[in-house]
T-cell receptor, first 108, second 114 residues
């Protein structure tokens, strides 16, 4: 059974507006959680990770994510989308179980 | 920063032939490497965990005789797709690291079997 679930298969935003990518996890204890970005025909790049330290995690490229145990969520946000943010995003847990991915498109 | 090199980036082969994909850690020693398969617009599926000096651990449903993994050194793991068929066409990605918190990904290999 999959340990992480990405709730949106596709998110479309206008450049300069906020981005929200949702990820829920299923675990009886605090997991390690990760967000990765994948550009076409490329490998994955780690955006940020949560490892039981601060619940608000800041990553690269202006992304951040908040771990909420009460909601079993680890949503990824960015206050202002850039065209270069158009890519596939994956949420993952320590078991290397990946969510189905969220495709982000950014409109000019 | 740490870099994982995956080669080749793209390979086209005839049905029935075998294809080898290499995954190298360039500036660190990787006791563990992971191999994934990704279908178009789909997530990554962990195929196997490659451990240096020992047999790989395959995920359920992955044929070990079909996907041969060799991790002969701390910087190199290879995945060989034996007797490839069109259904094996996919994007294969490796990652290397000693723990989930320290994983670095290769750039992937697009395999097309004719």
């Amino acid at each position: 059974a999959q340990s992480v679930t990405q709730l949106d298969s596709h998110v479309s935003v206008s450049e300069g507006t906020p981005v929200l990518l949702r990820c829920n996890y299923s675990s009886s204890y605090s997991p390690s959680l990760f967000w990765y970005v994948q550009h076409p025909n490329k490998g994955l790049q780690l955006l940020l990770k949560y490892t039981s330290a601060a619940t608000l995690v800041k990553g690269i490229n202006g992304f951040e994510a908040e771990f909420k145990k009460s909601e079993t969520s680890f949503h990824l946000t960015k206050p202002s989308a850039h065209m270069s943010d158009a890519a596939e995003y994956f949420c993952s847990d320590y078991k290397l179980s990946f969510g189905a991915g969220t495709t982000v498109t950014v409109r000019a | 920063g740490a870099v994982v090199s995956q080669h080749p980036s793209r390979v086209i082969c005839k049905s029935g032939t075998s294809v080898k994909i290499e995954c190298r850690s360039l500036d660190f020693q990787a006791t563990t490497m992971f191999w994934y398969r990704q279908f178009p617009k789909k997530s990554l599926m962990l195929m196997a965990t490659s451990n240096e000096g020992s047999k790989a651990t395959y995920e359920q449903g992955v044929e070990k005789d079909k996907f041969l993994i060799n991790h002969a050194s701390l910087t190199l793991s290879t995945l060989t797709v034996t007797s490839a068929h069109p259904e094996d066409s996919s994007f294969y990605i490796c990652s290397a690291g000693s723990a989930a918190e320290k994983l670095f990904f290769g750039s992937g290999t697009q395999l097309s079997v004719l």
